[in-house]
Each structure stands twice: as C-alpha cells, then as structure tokens.
C-alpha cells in the first residue's frame, strides 16, 4: 500500500505501486534524501549510458576506486558516495537500467 497526495494535499491510501520519478543536483547534501526515497521503492531504474563495468562495479567484482580513476568524474565526490549507496541497493537486486531516455 502506498501514500500518495492528491492535488488537494490530502493524504489518501492506494493499492497502485509507488513510482517516483526523481532528478537531482550532484550536491552532497542531497545522497541522504535519495538513498531514503530509493529504499521506499522495489526497483530503481537509473538512466544511464552504457559504461564498461558499471554493473560489475554495482556487483562489487570491480573495485569502485579503481573504476572511478578511470572515469572523467564532472563531480568525484559525489560519485563515489552515490556509487557506494547504489552498491547496497543493487545487493538487494533493485537496480535496473535504461538506455538514455531524457534529452
């Protein structure tokens, strides 16, 4: 059963999955409220290209360290971060990905 608030704001209760549609900066203050919205959630699909070891880095058969030396990070930091969060939802097989799809 899911929360969900109509337009109203009143709180209402539904037998319809939960699906959250979510975009963010790459600002540190924002991992927190991301990792707490994706565990409320079964499945997590990320948009993302096709990247050489991104699922094996999800998997923990490559070193996250090792695959973020190798990649042209815009912001390292929080990559790192982000990837460790999205290491523990994958363990729970919960990650899923799309091809690009937002332009």
């Not at 608030?5 to 991301?34: K, N």
């Not at 994706?38 to 070891?53: F, K, Q, T």
């Not at 695959?67 to 899923?96: A, C, G, T, V, W």
């Amino acid at each position: 059963m899911s929360l969900h608030l109509v337009p109203e704001g009143f709180p209402i209760m539904t037998e319809r999955p939960l699906i959250t549609l979510g975009f963010s900066s790459h600002r540190m203050e924002v991992l927190p409220y991301e990792q707490e919205e994706m565990w409320r959630h079964d499945a997590i699909v990320l948009e993302e290209a096709p990247e050489p070891g991104f699922i094996d880095v999800l998997s923990k058969r490559v070193d996250l360290g090792t695959y973020l030396e190798n990649q042209d990070m815009e912001f390292p930091e929080f990559s790192h971060r982000q990837f460790e969060k999205l290491q523990e939802l994958h363990s729970r097989n919960s990650i899923k990905l799309v091809k690009r799809f937002i332009r």
